[in-house]
């Protein structure tokens, strides 16, 4: 039997008992193509810092940063409203519709991206007095980045959509890593490289990697839509994408805001010992963001067909395996984290309370399922953006009442607080308005859905 990457025939497949076969076979592109980039990126780190030094790699890292975070509003969340309604329109053979949200994605993400670039150079420009003369030179250089890594994630969000799951990150996760880091080895050899030709580099390979996108949609475009006239729904597709986008935010904030607060509140040494404790407690979500990604598409499929007992064992059998792999990581940094700290230097053992709380914190996440996911590929986004907000401020409130308390376990606490919440709630609104279980245990009874 052939190995299908994808879940576009998953619905068919839940009929006959091979759900966990078609899920471990779905997810195993996307994890390989998540841990090459990984690794890759890692080298390409090394690398750079080898050839540019510290300094360089600061203004390097510094511009890419800025770049990271500016784009994420830039695509006004319309990446993820893509994933679910052409999901949702291949199903009902929408194809006018199909048609008019990947014109009017397009359109409107070309012009608020380049519409951020403008300013973000401009602001760039008028505090350069302010900044170092090679971290004004990358910063502007990364204005171009801004526009192609924006469309890169459009095209992404489309091809899954489509169901093509591994198809749809390889342009990011293959081809803009491999021809970066190979454009960085070969002309260190030809030129001297700085911070900031390295990002013109970077941009040039995302522009690059913008045109695999573009071709491989047209390839893999229904043939269809190529032959009907685009409807569109702007408002409410645009209602939308604030959802999203706020969502996102919120997710965004809620994952920051307790390292900022940690900063602020307490100084560098401490930041440092939370942030490396949960940057080695996130991995414990690594599978099962893996196999949300890989899902996405079909939640919106099931979900648009009201086939409700094969959702919910589609989330039953992911929560599952993201559980698995989940433990494993949770156990090891809970009973021996003091290794993985001991990386980093022996001062970072300080953080091994900090560690275990996160861990925690990190595995009840897992448990609880892809609540986002599910919320924001039925139709229910507005939830997501509601209770991550209402999150956010139970982590602020009892970092700031902890911290004089517990000193930056304080601050941990808090993050796994607010998590249990959000969690919960969540779990709740999914139970009431769609009608399943998003846990583990997804053979609970559920609150009959409004």
């Given at each position: 039997?052939?190995?299908?990457?994808?879940?576009?025939?998953?619905?068919?497949?839940?009929?006959?008992?091979?759900?966990k076969?078609?899920?471990?076979?779905?997810?195993?592109?996307?994890?390989?193509?998540?841990?090459?980039?990984?690794?890759?990126?890692?080298?390409?780190s090394?690398?750079?810092?080898?050839?540019?030094?510290?300094?360089?790699?600061?203004?390097y890292?510094?511009?890419?940063?800025?770049?990271?975070?500016?784009?994420?509003?830039?695509?006004?969340?319309?990446?993820?409203?893509?994933?679910?309604?052409?999901?949702?329109?291949?199903?009902?053979?929408?194809?006018?519709?199909?048609?008019?949200?990947?014109?009017?994605?397009?359109r409107?993400?070309?012009?608020?991206?380049l519409?951020?670039?403008?300013?973000f150079?401009?602001?760039?420009?008028?505090?350069?007095?302010?900044?170092?003369?090679?971290?004004?030179?990358?910063?502007?250089?990364?204005?171009l980045?801004i526009p192609?890594?924006?469309?890169?994630?459009i095209?992404?969000?489309?091809?899954r959509?489509?169901?093509?799951i591994v198809?749809?990150?390889?342009?990011?996760?293959?081809?803009?890593?491999?021809l970066?880091?190979?454009?960085?080895?070969i002309l260190?050899?030809?030129?001297?490289?700085?911070?900031?030709?390295s990002?013109?580099?970077r941009?040039?390979s995302?522009?690059?990697?913008?045109?695999?996108?573009?071709?491989?949609?047209?390839?893999?475009l229904p043939?269809?839509?190529k032959k009907?006239s685009?409807t569109?729904?702007?408002?409410?597709?645009?209602?939308?994408?604030?959802?999203?986008?706020?969502?996102?935010a919120?997710?965004?904030?809620?994952?920051?805001?307790?390292?900022?607060?940690?900063?602020?509140?307490?100084?560098g040494?401490?930041?440092?010992?939370y942030e490396?404790?949960?940057?080695?407690?996130?991995f414990?979500?690594?599978?099962m963001?893996?196999?949300?990604?890989?899902?996405?598409?079909?939640?919106?499929?099931l979900?648009?067909?009201?086939?409700?007992?094969?959702l919910?064992?589609?989330?039953?059998?992911?929560?599952?395996?993201?559980?698995?792999s989940?433990?494993?990581?949770?156990v090891?940094?809970?009973?021996?984290g003091?290794?993985?700290?001991?990386?980093?230097?022996?001062?970072?053992?300080?953080?091994?309370?900090?560690?275990?709380?996160?861990?925690?914190?990190?595995?009840?996440?897992?448990?609880f399922g892809?609540?986002?996911?599910i919320?924001?590929?039925t139709?229910?986004?507005r939830?997501?953006?509601?209770?991550?907000?209402?999150?956010i401020?139970?982590?602020?409130?009892?970092?700031?009442?902890?911290?004089?308390?517990?000193?930056?376990?304080?601050?941990?606490?808090?993050?796994?607080?607010?998590?249990?919440f959000?969690?919960?709630?969540?779990?709740?609104?999914?139970q009431?308005?769609?009608?399943?279980?998003?846990?583990?245990?997804?053979?609970?009874?559920?609150?009959?859905?409004?």
């Open positions: 039997m052939q190995i299908k990457t994808s879940f576009v025939a998953l619905a068919e497949k839940l009929n006959n008992g091979s759900l076969s078609s899920l471990v076979k779905g997810a195993s592109g996307s994890l390989g193509l998540k841990v090459f980039y990984t690794f890759l990126s890692f080298i390409t090394v690398v750079i810092s080898r050839i540019l030094g510290a300094k360089g790699f600061g203004h890292t510094y511009a890419i940063s800025f770049v990271t975070l500016i784009s994420f509003p830039a695509v006004m969340g319309l990446n993820t409203l893509l994933t679910r309604e052409l999901a949702r329109f291949r199903a009902l053979n929408a194809w006018k519709d199909l048609c008019g949200l990947l014109k009017w994605t397009d409107t993400v070309i012009l608020i991206s519409l951020v670039s403008i300013i150079g401009a602001v760039v420009w008028g505090v350069r007095e302010d900044l170092e003369e090679e971290a004004v030179y990358s910063l502007l250089t990364a204005t980045i192609f890594l924006s469309l890169i994630r095209r992404q969000g489309a091809l959509g489509l169901g093509y198809r749809a990150q390889i342009p990011q996760f293959l081809i803009r890593p491999v970066f880091i190979s454009l960085i080895g260190s050899f030809c030129i001297e490289l700085s911070a900031s030709i990002v013109g580099i941009a040039f995302a522009g690059i990697s913008l045109s695999f996108s573009l071709i491989m949609l047209k390839i893999y043939s269809p839509v009907v685009p569109f729904h702007s408002r409410l597709w645009l209602k939308s994408g604030i959802f999203f986008l706020a969502a996102g919120a997710s965004m904030i809620n994952e920051q805001i307790s390292v900022i607060l940690v900063g602020s509140l307490m100084g040494k401490e930041t440092g010992l490396v404790a949960r940057r080695g407690a996130i414990i979500t690594f599978v963001t893996v196999i949300g990604v890989t899902i996405g598409p079909t939640i919106a499929r979900h648009t067909y009201n086939e409700k007992d094969k919910q064992r589609l989330i039953t059998k992911s929560v599952q395996m993201g559980l698995l989940a433990l494993s990581v949770a090891f940094l809970i009973f021996f003091r290794w993985y700290l001991h990386l980093f230097g022996e001062e970072f053992l300080q953080a091994a309370n900090i560690l275990i709380i996160l861990s925690l914190a990190y595995l009840t996440h897992v448990c892809p609540t986002s996911l919320l924001n590929m139709g229910q986004e939830y997501t953006a509601i209770s991550l907000a209402l999150a401020l139970i982590n602020i409130f009892l970092t700031f009442e902890l911290i004089p308390i517990w000193g930056v376990e304080g601050a941990a606490v808090g993050q796994f607080v607010s998590i249990t959000y969690k919960v709630l969540s779990l709740l609104l999914i009431k308005k769609i009608g399943i279980n998003s846990t583990f245990l997804g053979g609970i009874p559920k609150i009959k859905p409004s």
